[in-house]
């Protein structure tokens, strides 16, 4: 058996979410492409993102099957529960080729069904929605949904067959462009990455609001990538669920996918990048939905929400000298220069006094130690630090840096700078504690996009 099949055996073994949630599908074999979109209550948005899917080449398509999670909670609310049903009494009907009769009056036009029908493109759908199959209230979540269907997809891949086997995470309110999956495809096989980003922009909202406040989450995100990018960070990556792909290797190698409520993408990208190198795919583009929600205590949509009920300024962002604070720090253990732990504390000292105090709250002279006790050399040991320092704790400093030493700023003034640092220039001008107009705040983010993309 190879270490492939074994590690695989392994996980299917160990980790996978077992048969409670089968999937339901018409295509056994020859599938190389696997996209996985969880659904709760989506009914307006799901069959819009399959017609976009759809309009991909047919060459791609033939080898792709889409698997549809629709899910919810026990305690879920009848308005969701009917929802999920509806969604299901279509995915059941496309997966036999046919258009459902009597849906016109509904939320989902019938030239977008005809379109995804027409395409050829093969559905397939675990029912985590109906009574007895839902999700459990105590770890039911949209990490479990997506582990659900990732689990699902790798019993179809042939296994034993040459060729990158992939797996994509989407969201059912997210569209993509007509090459998403021959650019993603391709790219994997020219580089042989082993997990990837995509590219992305929100779509442009209705109301000028909700188009103010994703433009303004959006620059946050960018900003704080940029700030990784800066500091030499591996960790410099967006976490964003509709954007993650990855090879069926590299899903069963960090055991998959987590079964957090929010927050699933953020640890399931920290998990990879320990393993593998985060590559990013800049020749096609994923457009996240710009809605807000209260679905999760975080993330996209709580933040458009917050930004629209006016309960906090927005308009801030990290303070690039928290980035230089790492930069420095990854700088100086990268070097080499010491394995006496004294002496690094005393360096970290140097590099700033509130560094310090949290290696020491995060337990570094505990870790340290057998850091280098399980090292045998120094390359293996300067790894061990990357492992042990990671994303999420690289964020846990710059959010423990701004409590403490340096609170964070007007976001177009952190920006400016984070650009400065960078060698790159602001491509409007600024006035201190100024809100630019909406109209330029869009150069600024088209701006930093181009930046990160080109």
Request: proline share 4%; hydrophobic share 35%; net charge positive.
């Amino acid at each position: 058996m190879t270490r492939k099949n074994r590690t695989l055996t392994k996980y299917i073994e160990r980790y996978s979410v077992g048969d409670r949630w089968p999937l339901v599908c018409n295509v056994r074999r020859n599938v190389d492409n696997i996209v996985v979109i969880p659904a709760l209550a989506e009914l307006s948005h799901l069959f819009r993102t399959l017609e976009s899917l759809s309009k991909n080449p047919v060459s791609e398509l033939a080898r792709t099957l889409v698997i549809c999670v629709v899910n919810n909670r026990a305690g879920s609310s009848e308005e969701e529960i009917d929802d999920n049903q509806r969604t299901l009494t279509i995915v059941r009907s496309l997966i036999h080729g046919r258009v459902v009769d009597g849906i016109e009056a509904g939320p989902v036009p019938m030239p977008i069904i005809h379109t995804i029908v027409k395409s050829g493109i093969k559905i397939g759908y675990v029912d985590a929605s109906s009574p007895g199959c839902e999700m459990d209230d105590r770890d039911g979540g949209v990490g479990l949904a997506r582990k659900i269907g990732f689990d699902r997809a790798l019993e179809l891949f042939d296994h034993g067959k040459e060729g990158v086997k992939l797996l994509f995470s989407l969201d059912a309110d997210t569209l993509v462009n007509n090459n998403y999956l021959s650019a993603v495809r391709d790219y994997f096989e020219k580089t042989g990455s082993r997990a990837a980003v995509l590219s992305f922009e929100h779509q442009k909202a209705m109301e000028r609001k909700e188009q103010e406040a994703i433009c303004c989450y959006e620059m946050f995100l960018r900003s704080y990538v940029l700030g990784l990018r800066y500091a030499g960070s591996r960790y410099a990556h967006h976490s964003v669920g509709s954007i993650i792909v990855c090879t069926a290797e590299a899903y069963t190698d960090v055991r998959g996918m987590n079964k957090r409520k929010a927050g699933e993408d953020f640890y399931f990208l920290n998990k990879l990048a320990k393993a593998h190198t985060i590559g990013l795919v800049n020749t096609t583009r994923v457009y996240p939905s710009s809605r807000s929600s209260n679905r999760v205590p975080f993330g996209t949509g709580r933040r458009i929400e917050g930004f629209k009920n006016g309960s906090s300024n927005e308009y801030l962002a990290y303070n690039p000298k928290t980035f230089h604070v790492l930069k420095e720090w990854l700088r100086f253990m990268s070097s080499g220069e010491s394995e006496d732990m004294d002496r690094i504390l005393s360096r970290a000292k140097k590099i700033h006094i509130a560094l310090e105090a949290f290696l020491r709250e995060n337990r570094f002279n505990e870790a340290w130690p057998r850091l280098v006790k399980n090292a045998k050399t120094p390359d293996v040991l300067s790894a061990h630090f990357h492992l042990w320092f990671d994303g999420f704790k690289q964020f846990k400093l710059i959010r423990y840096l701004t409590r403490n030493s340096f609170p964070a700023v007007n976001m177009f003034e952190a920006i400016e700078k984070l650009l400065e640092m960078t060698g790159e220039k602001n491509p409007i001008d600024c006035k201190d504690g100024e809100i630019p107009p909406l109209c330029n705040q869009e150069k600024v983010l088209d701006y930093l996009r181009h930046v990160e993309y080109d």
